[in-house]
């Protein structure tokens, strides 16, 4: 059953998860620094707990982003908080986590490059898209980038072998799958942003010359 809501509402389910998924940030982060800089303050905590603690939080957080999206549409709630905190949150969470894995060099900084400027371009894209009235959907491709993205990081924050699977590596090939995929995507939504601006434009001429006849 659905309902309706104030779309500037701030207080609801969806909500409240996108903060929570924000606030796991910080200690995904912290987790990873302290696994790069064991004698930095973290006293006895073995770095294979830090290691642990920092893929299971991203864990949490990115289900998290999808049970906050399944609510929201289950339930019609759809607001302008949410639909701005939502897809930040997304960023931050993966685009932090990737930086934290490159200064570390668990990931190679070619794949980070491409992951986070994938972001920055699609983000710039989807405003062209809400600026023009045009509604960009959902690849495949873009789909399969983000569940190889969000498995490969947890993996590569284990950093070593763990119920005799070697995590690391698992995760450094699924990622490097991502990115590949992420360039997939990006161009074949920049090819349907083009082919939509110009049968919008199209129809716009006609619309004129039909006017001025």
């Known amino acids: 059953m659905s309902s309706h809501h104030n779309d500037?509402?701030?207080?609801?389910?969806?909500?409240?998860?996108?903060?929570?998924?924000m606030l796991l940030i910080p200690l995904v982060v912290l987790s990873l620094y302290f696994v790069d800089r064991p004698h930095h303050g973290t006293g006895t905590i073995p770095t294979w707990v830090l290691s642990h603690l920092a893929a299971w939080t991203f864990v949490v957080a990115s289900i998290t982003d999808f049970f906050d999206g399944w609510i929201a549409r289950r339930r019609n709630i759809v607001t302008v908080l949410g639909s701005f905190l939502d897809p930040i949150a997304?960023?931050?969470?993966?685009?932090s986590s990737l930086i934290m894995l490159a200064a570390m060099n668990r990931v190679h900084v070619v794949v980070v490059i491409i992951l986070v400027l994938r972001e920055m371009y699609m983000t710039s894209l989807r405003l062209l898209a809400n600026h023009e009235g045009i509604t960009i959907a959902v690849s495949q491709g873009g789909k399969w980038k983000t569940g190889f993205q969000m498995t490969a990081i947890p993996m590569i924050m284990m950093g070593y072998p763990w119920l005799g699977l070697p995590w690391h590596e698992i995760g450094t090939i699924l990622i490097w799958i991502a990115g590949l995929l992420s360039l997939g995507s990006a161009i074949s939504y920049s090819i349907d942003m083009i082919r939509s601006l110009k049968l919008k434009r199209d129809e716009t001429k006609k619309k004129l010359r039909e006017g001025s006849l």
């Open 8 to 21: 500037l509402e701030i207080d609801n389910l969806p909500n409240r998860l996108t903060i929570l998924r």
């Open 90 to 95: 997304d960023k931050f969470l993966v685009v």
